[in-house]
């Protein structure tokens, strides 16, 4: 254990697609953060031309939003692999029981205690933008705070869909059932018609109204509450689509509708 990070070791994989996956790690007894924070991992990699490194490995860091539960044994996240990226490419070769560095501080601003008298908790995201909205979910108190929790999630195709089962099965959850009437999940495919899912980027939904009937629910300035994660243009196109319907950012010591967060 080092003073900044600890060592953990994979426990599961789970691929979603040809470069999407899963994977769970031990978790260090310190560690603590906020559904909706991220951490930051770190991989091993080659380094064998720096020669002021004898070791001849370096640690590449990247940060990873949290998909389990706070209250959870292990952490759980969920990565694109980036063909010949510096880590994604490292993390992907990687098997159960290796090595995956955690800092010991998380990080990020994602997370509902930016709002204030909600009804409507609106969870915006594209690809792998989806994990903190997951374990936002799997915190109770989300639950019993607001009246809807509204999951959008966009993708390119059909098997990019992460998650869909886990989000489905809070219906039938022994502690999650008796409120589950409050969640409603809204598919985005954006490269494929598949019945049930809407086809359109997220900002064009919210201009045509599409968005809100698939919903059931109207964006609506004293009860919506709206988080956004994914790709730096959806988040930056819906953020000024809401803008202009007069929704505002939630800045430090001034709640106001919105919360975002680029995902790489």
Request: proline share 6%.
């Amino acid at each position: 254990m080092n003073d900044k990070y600890t060592a953990e070791r994979i426990l599961w994989i789970h691929p979603w697609a040809p470069n999407l996956f899963s994977f769970r790690l031990t978790r260090h007894p310190g560690f603590r953060f906020v559904p909706g924070q991220f951490a930051r991992l770190g991989v091993k990699k080659p380094d064998p031309d720096n020669p002021k490194n004898p070791s001849g490995e370096k640690i590449v860091w990247r940060a990873y939003s949290v998909v389990s539960a706070d209250y959870d044994e292990h952490l759980e996240f969920y990565s694109i692999v980036v063909p010949g990226g510096e880590f994604t490419s490292e993390l992907a070769r990687l098997a159960v029981g290796d090595t995956v560095y955690v800092e010991k501080t998380p990080y990020g601003f994602l997370t509902t205690d930016r709002f204030e008298n909600g009804k409507d908790l609106w969870l915006l995201a594209t690809g792998t933008g989806l994990a903190p909205f997951v374990s936002m979910l799997w915190d109770f108190r989300n639950w019993e705070d607001y009246e809807n929790l509204i999951v959008v999630h966009s993708v390119r195709y059909p098997n990019e869909l992460a998650y869909a089962e886990t989000i489905a099965g809070f219906r039938t959850h022994e502690v999650f059932a008796p409120l589950a009437h409050k969640l409603r999940y809204v598919p985005v495919i954006t490269r494929a018609r598949v019945d049930g899912a809407l086809g359109e980027r997220i900002p064009t939904l919210i201009d045509t109204g599409a968005l809100e009937q698939a919903a059931g629910v109207k964006l609506d300035h004293e009860r919506s509450r709206i988080m956004i994660c994914g790709n730096p243009e959806m988040v930056d196109d819906t953020r000024k689509h809401l803008t202009a319907l007069g929704f505002a950012m939630s800045r430090r010591g001034k709640p106001g509708h919105m919360a975002v967060e680029n995902y790489w």
